[in-house]
């Protein structure tokens, strides 16, 4: 049956792994989106070797949870010193450190140039990612893992303010393509929230992905923000968009990617109950009940 999840983010380095392993099982969730980034410095990945993830596996496997993808570090851009072996090297750990959690999905945000809005130096920045995924197949082929590409968006600072433009990875068509040319290794991870902020049609962007759907990150904002509400607080089409899945056999965890970074330690289970009660209607009309 697939599981209901939710990611990690903005309270595990808050309250520790075991506290936050305790309270996502009781609150009924079978599984967990795990990051392997630092929260403050995202390029950097989390530490720890593969002993010390094979044990936090062991521990959440205990509490009942799965490891059911994580979430690589992220944010690097290929004109701000950043470099291919560097790049490489963070990505081969996180893949190591996937497999030791016992998981067999994780996923991957593309390198972007500083002023890919939209349509400028995209086929550049396109194949500049194909060069640099292609490299990690030999990792992915002995860890038994599956990298997953994430819809993505950019980030303009215009004088006083910040505004979010599509980018590399932001179209359903461009993330097809992608995945088709980097072969059975690599597969697509769906961002409802990032999908809104583009423009994109976030059912028809679920029914062109089709099989090569393998996660997702369900967060709701209201079009300009990258918030990471937890569903119907924003403007996301969330019954249509699980509808979309259900029509092409998604197969998946139901994996939310709420933020929790402002939410007292005290009130994060009243959050997670709804969470997972929002899960359990989404896994209901998957399964093909009606609301």
Same mark, same amino acid.
């Given at each position: 049956?697939?599981?209901?999840?939710?990611?990690?983010?903005?309270?595990?380095?808050?309250?520790?792994?075991?506290?936050?392993?305790?309270?996502?099982?009781?609150?009924?969730?079978?599984?967990? !989106?795990?990051?392997?980034?630092?929260?403050?410095?995202?390029?950097?990945?989390?530490?720890?070797?593969?002993?010390?993830?094979?044990? @936090?596996?062991?521990?959440?496997?205990?509490?009942? @949870?799965?490891?059911?993808?994580?979430?690589?570090?992220?944010?690097?851009?290929?004109? !701000?010193?950043?470099?291919? =072996?560097?790049?490489?090297?963070?990505?081969?750990?996180?893949? +190591?450190?996937?497999?030791?959690?016992?998981?067999?999905?994780?996923?991957?945000?593309?390198?972007?140039?500083?002023?890919?809005?939209?349509?400028? +130096?995209?086929? *550049?920045?396109?194949?500049?990612?194909?060069?640099?995924? *292609?490299?990690?197949?030999?990792?992915?082929?002995?860890?038994?893992?599956?990298? @997953?590409?994430?819809?993505?968006?950019?980030?303009?600072?215009?004088?006083?303010?910040?505004?979010?433009?599509?980018?590399?990875?932001? =179209?359903?068509?461009? &993330?097809?393509?992608?995945?088709?040319?980097?072969?059975?290794?690599?597969?697509?991870?769906?961002? =409802?929230? #990032?999908?809104?902020?583009?423009?994109?049609?976030?059912?028809?962007?679920?029914?062109? &992905?089709?099989?090569?759907?393998?996660?997702? #990150?369900? #967060?709701?904002?209201?079009? !300009?923000?990258? !918030? #990471?509400?937890?569903?119907?607080?924003?403007?996301?089409?969330?019954?249509?968009?699980?509808?979309? @899945?259900?029509?092409?056999?998604?197969?998946?965890?139901?994996?939310?990617?709420?933020?929790?970074?402002?939410?007292?330690?005290?009130?994060?289970?009243?959050?997670?109950?709804?969470?997972?009660?929002?899960?359990?209607?989404?896994?209901?009309?998957?399964?093909?009940?009606?609301?």
């Amino acid at each position: 049956m697939r599981k209901i999840s939710v990611s990690g983010y903005g309270y595990i380095e808050r309250l520790g792994y075991e506290r936050s392993f305790d309270l996502v099982s009781q609150a009924g969730f079978e599984a967990m !989106d795990f990051p392997l980034y630092v929260e403050k410095k995202r390029g950097e990945i989390a530490p720890g070797d593969e002993d010390f993830f094979f044990s @936090l596996g062991k521990k959440a496997k205990e509490r009942g @949870l799965s490891i059911g993808q994580t979430h690589a570090p992220f944010g690097y851009r290929e004109d !701000d010193g950043s470099t291919f =072996s560097s790049i490489l090297s963070i990505y081969e750990k996180a893949i +190591r450190y996937t497999a030791a959690l016992g998981a067999d999905k994780i996923v991957l945000h593309p390198i972007k140039f500083e002023n890919c809005v939209r349509d400028y +130096r995209r086929e *550049e920045c396109f194949l500049l990612n194909l060069e640099l995924f *292609e490299k990690l197949n030999r990792a992915l082929e002995e860890n038994g893992v599956t990298a @997953l590409l994430e819809n993505m968006f950019i980030k303009k600072t215009q004088g006083e303010f910040k505004k979010l433009y599509p980018t590399i990875y932001s =179209s359903a068509e461009e &993330l097809c393509r992608a995945a088709d040319a980097l072969g059975k290794n690599f597969g697509v991870c769906f961002d =409802s929230g #990032h999908a809104l902020i583009t423009g994109e049609d976030c059912p028809s962007a679920c029914r062109l &992905l089709g099989k090569r759907l393998r996660a997702v #990150h369900l #967060h709701d904002n209201t079009g !300009d923000r990258d !918030d #990471h509400l937890v569903p119907y607080f924003g403007k996301v089409p969330f019954l249509e968009t699980v509808d979309a @899945l259900k029509e092409i056999g998604y197969a998946g965890n139901i994996n939310f990617e709420v933020h929790f970074g402002n939410v007292p330690e005290e009130h994060i289970p009243t959050v997670f109950s709804y969470i997972y009660e929002v899960g359990q209607s989404f896994r209901r009309r998957l399964d093909g009940e009606k609301l």
